[in-house]
């Protein structure tokens, strides 16, 4: 939703991740009615949140594997080349032929599934889950920017 939003209607990133980020905060909170969603499996928290593979946290080797992909995406691949092009000069890179709309969307689709996969081990780590942990985290996460 965030690559269309920027590459097909030229939307700042900015705004349309808090826009997006808010409304599906909203949509939680209404889903559960703002209380801790229960019913977890428990071997979902004991394998994702707090088990090991080979003697390594579950979460410090997803995070491996996922650096490793980013890293041969982005260094290996036709791409990565794009990713820096079109993030260099859109208008430079548009001109040389390649798709903007369609590398923005894809760039967020990667980005995206990253976050997935984060939020995931969260919440396999958070067992219970309350839908109003997040809003701290997001603003402390934006502040910086």
Same mark, same amino acid.
């Given at each position: /939703?965030?690559?269309?939003?920027?590459?097909?209607?030229? #939307?700042?990133?900015?705004?349309?991740?808090?826009?997006?980020?808010?409304?599906?905060?909203?949509? !939680? $909170? @209404?889903?559960?009615?703002?209380?801790?969603? @229960?019913?977890?499996?428990?071997?979902?928290?004991? %394998?994702?949140?707090?088990?090991? +593979?080979?003697? +390594?946290?579950?979460?410090?080797? #997803?995070?491996?594997? /996922? %650096?490793? !992909?980013?890293? #041969?995406?982005? =260094?290996?691949?036709?791409?990565?080349?794009?990713? @820096? !092009?079109?993030?260099?000069?859109? =208008?430079?890179?548009?001109?040389?032929?390649?798709?903007?709309?369609?590398?923005?969307? $894809?760039? @967020?689709?990667?980005?995206?599934?990253?976050?997935?996969?984060?939020?995931?081990?969260?919440?396999?780590?958070?067992?219970? #889950?309350? &839908?109003?942990?997040?809003? &701290?985290?997001?603003?402390?996460?934006?502040?910086?920017?």
């Amino acid at each position: /939703m965030n690559g269309i939003g920027v590459a097909q209607f030229q #939307v700042s990133p900015f705004v349309m991740t808090l826009g997006v980020s808010s409304i599906g905060f909203g949509i !939680a $909170l @209404y889903m559960t009615g703002g209380s801790p969603v @229960y019913g977890m499996p428990m071997e979902f928290g004991n %394998t994702f949140g707090f088990g090991s +593979i080979l003697g +390594i946290p579950t979460p410090i080797l #997803v995070a491996l594997l /996922m %650096t490793i !992909a980013a890293m #041969v995406i982005v =260094n290996r691949t036709r791409l990565g080349r794009y990713f @820096y !092009a079109v993030g260099g000069n859109i =208008n430079a890179a548009r001109l040389s032929g390649i798709n903007t709309h369609k590398t923005l969307i $894809l760039a @967020y689709l990667l980005c995206a599934s990253f976050a997935a996969m984060a939020g995931m081990l969260i919440t396999a780590s958070w067992i219970p #889950v309350k &839908p109003i942990s997040a809003p &701290p985290c997001r603003w402390n996460l934006l502040q910086p920017v």
